[in-house]
Nanobody, 126 residues
Framework: QVQLVESGGGLVQAGGSLRLSCAAS????????MGWFRQAPGKDREFVTA????????YYADSVKGRFTISRDNAKNTVYLQMNSLKPEDTAVYYC???????????????????WGQGTQVTVSS
């Protein structure tokens, strides 16, 4: 069993930056692919970014490409999401998730992830 806890959310003005963290306990994250998803009110949960267990593969939604960066520190059992040039449309609850499957072909599919955090709110004001 893996427990995931997100942190780092908050209120920021458009153009600003935030860094989210996802800390794991229970098992080492080093063998899990990790993803970040977000869900805005009234909308479905959507894929943001994902990273392979080694960090050698990363995937991004078109809407965040060039602005967001995912990284991981397996020694700290933590995954990060650096968000720059934030826009009001980035406002959502952000969730991290872990999957023991290889990411290829499934990284953007929520039900392919096995563990989820409780989410952290990100609000971007215009």
């Amino acid at each position: 069993q893996v427990q995931l806890v997100e942190s780092g959310g908050g209120l920021v003005q458009a153009g600003g930056s935030l860094r989210l963290s996802c800390a794991a306990s229970g098992r080492t994250l080093s063998t899990y692919g990790m993803g970040w998803f977000r869900q805005a009110p009234g909308k479905d949960r959507e894929f943001v970014t994902a990273i392979s267990w080694s960090g050698g593969e990363t995937y991004y939604a078109d809407s965040v490409k060039g602005r967001f960066t995912i990284s991981r520190d397996n020694a700290k059992n933590t995954v990060y999401l650096q968000m720059n040039s934030l826009k009001p449309e980035d406002t959502a609850v952000y969730y991290c998730a872990a999957t023991y499957r290889a990411l290829g072909g499934i990284y953007a599919i929520p039900f392919k992830y096995d563990y989820w955090g409780q989410g952290t709110q990100v609000t971007v004001s215009s």
